[in-house]
C-alpha cells in the first residue's frame, strides 16, 4: 500500500536576493544582503540574530513595509514591486498582520475596540465569515477585559489584545518582532503558548524574529541572521 503524503505547502511570502540599504553615499547602512527566504502556509519560523543583525528589516520585507534596494519579494506567486500602492495595501490588511514588541493598542479605545478598528480596517467586517471582535478577545482569555483601557490592562493583557487585533485580519501569515520582549519569564511564556496555540487552530503561517534561542527553539524552522545575511537555516 502506497503511504499517504501531506499535500504540498502553498508558497505564500518568498525572498529572492534581497538586498537593503538605508540612506546613501558615506552614510549608508546595509540592514540586508542577497538573503533567499521562503515562507509556506502553516510554517512556524524563527529570526534569530543579534540586534542589527536584520531580523526586523526582513520581517518589514516579508510584510510588505519595506521595499527591496534589490532583489524580489513574491506574496502568492506575484511580485510585490508589480502591485501599485492598493494592491500592496491589501495584501497587508488581508493577507499579513503584525504582532510587535509592544502592544500599540490606541490608548482611548477599549479592548474589544481596538479589535474591532483592525476588524474594520482589514475590510473584514464587511466580509462574511471568521470570528468577531468579541469572540477573538475570548480566544485569548480576555472575556472579562473587553471594556477596559489599554492602561487597565497588564503588560500580558495587552499583548494578548495585540494578537487578537492581529488575527481580526484572518491572516495567512502572522509576524511577531520579540512579541515578549517587554513581559517577564513567565509572562512570555505564556504568550508563546497562546501564539502556538492559536496557529494549530487557525492555520496561520507564523514567523517571529527574535534574539532569544529559548524562544527560537519552541519553533520548526530556525534562519541565523548575521550582519544581514541569512547565514544558515535550519529544521528543529
Known amino acids: 500500500m502506497t503511504e499517504l503524503q501531506a499535500p504540498p505547502r502553498e508558497a505564500l511570502a518568498v525572498c529572492r536576493g534581497v ?12 540592514a540586508l544582503e542577497d538573503v533567499d527566504l521562503d515562507i509556506r502556509s502553516l510554517d512556524s519560523l524563527a529570526l534569530l540574530g543579534r540586534s542589527g543583525s536584520g531580523k526586523t528589516t526582513l520581517l518589514h520585507v516579508l510584510g510588505a513595509l519595506v521595499e527591496p534596494t534589490a532583489g524580489a519579494v513574491e506574496w502568492r506567486g506575484r511580485t510585490l514591486a508589480s502591485l501599485d500602492a492598493s494592491a500592496r495595501g491589501a495584501v497587508r490588511a488581508r493577507g499579513i498582520a503584525y504582532v ?9 479605545f477599549s479592548a474589544l475596540e481596538n479589535v474591532a478598528f ?17 469572540e477573538l478577545l475570548e480566544l485569548v482569555g480576555l ?18 489584545v495585540a494578537i487578537a487585533r492581529a488575527l481580526a485580519q484572518r491572516p495567512e501569515l502572522l509576524l511577531c518582532d520579540e512579541p515578549t520582549g517587554h513581559l517577564d519569564s ?6 508563546l503558548e497562546l501564539i502556538e496555540a492559536l496557529q494549530r487552530e487557525l492555520g496561520f503561517a507564523l514567523v517571529i524574529a527574535t534574539h532569544a534561542a529559548d524562544v527560537a527553539a519552541r ?3 530556525l534562519a541565523h541572521l548575521v550582519d544581514g545575511r541569512l547565514a544558515r537555516e535550519e529544521t528543529l
Open 19 to 30: 538586498t537593503v540599504v538605508y540612506g546613501t553615499g558615506a552614510g549608508a547602512q546595509r
Open 186 to 191: 513567565d509572562t512570555s511564556q505564556r504568550v
Open 143 to 160: 472575556t472579562s477585559k473587553t471594556d477596559h483601557l489599554p492602561a487597565e490592562l497588564s503588560g500580558g493583557e495587552a499583548q494578548r
Open 118 to 134: 483592525a476588524d474594520f480596517v482589514s475590510g473584514r467586517a464587511t466580509r462574511s465569515g471568521g470570528l468577531s471582535p468579541a
Open 100 to 108: 510587535f514588541q509592544g502592544a500599540n493598542l490606541l490608548p482611548y
Open 219 to 221: 519553533l520548526r524552522r
